[in-house]
């Protein structure tokens, strides 16, 4: 291919030449320096992940409910039909209230 | 290529772009400075990408070139008066030049673009053309009457010069 050195021509590359020269006393402006955002986005990402964290943390906290490990029975003394005390027994896997039927005794004797 | 190798590049290129940008924007510095700024904007945001199809100056010199035509294009025509211009405190070394840089402006657009990349920037035809986007034979065709134009354009300058 064909470039300016092949393609003597001492008219033009004088005046290139010296065109060349006197735009070396040209003021070239400073490449642009990037400002790196790492350090930023790391400290944006801990703080997203920390903030996240005590969030879960905290909702978790609100959210605990006591569940029964196993199955529980509930015995109770109820009165039949005829009047006569019989024990009833039921199974049960959550409890929100249970209230012993024979509470009473303890407060009221 | 990573960002970081890409930068690097650019950074080692810096000073032909700018000429080039330059050239470009009609012998404009500031003008200049403003179009490099946004072709690194465009090169850093993954705008304009470099594929390794041609050579990093290549590619570089094409993207300048772009935006400093679209930067004209967009550049609202000012109305303005001309600065006045202090001839007598102008320096030799200026006027020289200004001379030079006057002389390639009076040629046409293509044919200055094709003179600046073969003469002054070294590259090859075929690399002219790719920057100008243009197939070989046209930027042959501009070359060849660049130079004609060119030289008459000298010559008539220094027979002016010798008649004084």
Known sequence: MKTANELKDPVLEDFFAAYKRHDGHLPIPEFPKRHKKTKKRVLAILGIAASLAVGVFYFQKGEEEISLERDVLVISLEKNENQDPTIVVTATTSMDIWESPTSSLLTEF | MTRDQLEALVKYLHKDAFLWARQCCGFDGEMARDVLQHVYLKILEGKATFHQQSAA??????????????????????????????????????????????????????????????????LTLEKAAGIMQVSLGTARTHYDRGKKNLKCLIINQREHEDSK
């Not at chain 2, 930067?71 to 030049?97: A, C, F």
């Open chain 2, 57 to 122: 100056k290549t590619w570089l010199f094409a993207v300048i070139r772009y935006t400093s035509l679209e930067w004209i294009r967009k550049k609202p025509v000012e109305n303005s008066l001309p600065e006045i211009i202090e001839i007598e405190d102008q320096i030799p070394e200026q006027e020289e030049r200004i001379s030079h840089e006057a002389l390639i402006q009076l040629l046409p657009a293509r044919q200055k673009e094709v003179l600046l990349l073969v003469f002054y920037h070294g």
